[in-house]
């Protein structure tokens, strides 16, 4: 096993769910807690309950998270900058991802890119699980200039 690998499964992860705050708080605290880790994200749920489990780890500058969820409506990339890009990998249901007037739908198994400073949107019409990966710029430009 090479030195990366270990590193990165010896992260620390956090696990933040919301089934551990009141109800009614839990639109708030999702909201916060994605908003803190990758970009300005507003999160409206697209039913009676909102269900988030937000399984983050960081290795060096990348920020690597497992996110489960019911049915949601995510926007992102108006108002805070958050210089990097989004990796979104679909590993359970499926998406409708949206940026700069392009759209596709990601199923299990499928990935996009998102640039994190511009206003994206993804609708998920059911649960969903994905990886998401944010990637920021400068250590893009250091690897690849």
């Known amino acids: 096993m090479s030195t990366n690998s270990q590193s990165l ?3 620390r992860m956090r696990r933040l769910d919301t089934g551990l ?3 009614a ?3 708030e605290f999702w909201n916060r807690v994605n ?3 990758f970009s300005d994200i507003s ?3 697209r039913g009676d309950t909102l269900r988030g489990v937000l399984e983050l780890r960081k290795h060096g500058a990348l920020k690597i998270a497992l996110v489960q969820s019911t ?3 995510v926007r992102g990339g108006r108002f805070q900058r958050a210089s990097g890009l989004l990796l979104h990998l679909q590993e359970a249901g499926s998406s409708l991802n949206e940026q700069l ?3 596709c739908v990601l199923r299990v198994g499928d990935i996009t890119f998102g640039d994190a400073e511009r206003p994206y949107t993804v609708q998920c019409a059911g649960p969903v699980q994905m990886i998401v990966i944010k990637i920021p710029y400068e250590l893009l430009a250091n690897r690849f200039g």
């Open 71 to 73: 049915a949601v409506m």
């Open 35 to 37: 908003t803190e880790n």
């Open 9 to 11: 499964t010896s992260q």
């Open 25 to 27: 708080a839990r639109l």
């Open 101 to 103: 007037n392009r759209s």
């Open 21 to 23: 705050v009141p109800e």
């Open 43 to 45: 999160v409206d749920p």
